[in-house]
Structures are given as structure tokens and as C-alpha cells.
């Protein structure tokens, strides 16, 4: 089950979807609004109430706090982290990346409009999407959705990687969380670590590898 993060929807897993449909996995992709972490949660918990079997609970960037707190539901068997945030019990987003490291690339997040927050278009590409063809990168950029301030800080309760076994996919070449970040937050969580060169949007990009990190979460080999 794949939960997308920030600035994007659910279609960019499509490459994802298709890999693992292709090996006999039954996919479901959650369209969460990002506008607060209980909203995205709560859909993610729509969708886990709907499914007739244990699920891999896949989040990207944003999407691993969602998981990190929707993972607690009993349909989940494991969770895979594709870059993505690992907030611990009484964090959010916005408490890990509060105090960047010294040199660490800097998201070109615009200051918030009516509560929401977007990425620089023209800087877009470089910090998102730098290995994605130059096309969808333009298009992904000129199709953000909004991200709300109440997701950014929305803070995790429990989270699921406490109790459940967990997975961890660092994109080396990432410049919206910092590879070492990544490592950090992955070593925290006691997941099983693999690393490929990409950017955040690695699974857009390489799809392949992104759905093997699933499928060894899955079980499979």
C-alpha cells in the first residue's frame, strides 16, 4: 500500500504500481490530501479497513510520517520507508528539519500562502526530481500539490516502526533530506537499510528498485 508525500499525488507511483502488479501483487495507492498529518491518516486507515490481508505500508518523503503513525493498524505487517521521514513518538516533519546540518542542501520551499506551502518551480526539478526525465520533471512541478502546514507539523504518537518490522531505501543523490539524515532516522528505527544512487524522486525514476525494497519488506526475495 503506497502513501505519497509532499508537493505530489498518487499517480507518481505508477512505475511502483506496475512493478509490483507484474510479480502478482495485489497494489493499492492512497490518495492523501496532505493537508494534516489526522486527515492523511485517517484515508490510509480507509483504505487498510478495505483490504481482506496483512499489507507493506509504503511511505515517500512526507508519507513516512503517515505511515509511521498509520502503521499501527492491524492490517499492517510492515512498513517501507523510500526516503522518507521517520518521525519518533512526539515529532513531526517540522521538528527534523528544524536544525538542518551545516552544508546540507536547502529545500526551495516558498513561504507559505493561505496556510500551504510549495516548491520553487524553476528550482523544482534540481531539488526534487534531478534524475527524472526533464519533461515530467517540468510537469510534476507545474502540478505540486499544495502541502499544508498542519501536515508539516503534525506530530506522531506512537510510531509503528517501534513494535513492526521495518525497511529503509536512502537515495544517495537526494537533496530535500539529506542522505545522512536519512541513515540517521533509518539506524533509529532498526530498519533494514539499502541504498541507491538517486533523488527524492527516486520512485519515479527507478522504479525497480524502489518495488525490490518492497517485496523484501513483503517477504519476498
Known sequence: MLVHGGFVDGSGWQ???????????????????????????????????????????VGHSYGGAVISEAGNHPNVAALAYITAFAP??????????????????????LPPQDGFLFLDREKFAASFAADVPERLA??????????????LGGVVSEPAWRTKPSWYLVAADDRMIPPPAQRAMAERAGSTVSEAPGSHAIYVSDPATVAAVIVRAAGGK
Open 15 to 57: 512505475g511502483v504500481y506496475d512493478a509490483l502488479a507484474e510479480q502478482g501483487y495485489r497494489v493499492a495507492v492512497v490518495q492523501n490530501a496532505t493537508v494534516s498529518l489526522a486527515g492523511d491518516v485517517a484515508a490510509t486507515h480507509q483504505v487498510l479497513d478495505g483490504l481482506d490481508g496483512p499489507a507493506v505500508l
Open 88 to 109: 519518533d513518538k512526539g515529532e513531526s516533519v517540522n521538528t527534523l528539519i528544524a536544525d538542518p546540518a551545516p552544508g546540507a542542501p536547502v529545500p526551495p520551499i
Open 138 to 151: 517540468a510537469f510534476m512541478a507545474d502540478s505540486q500539490v499544495p502541502w499544508g502546514l498542519e501536515a
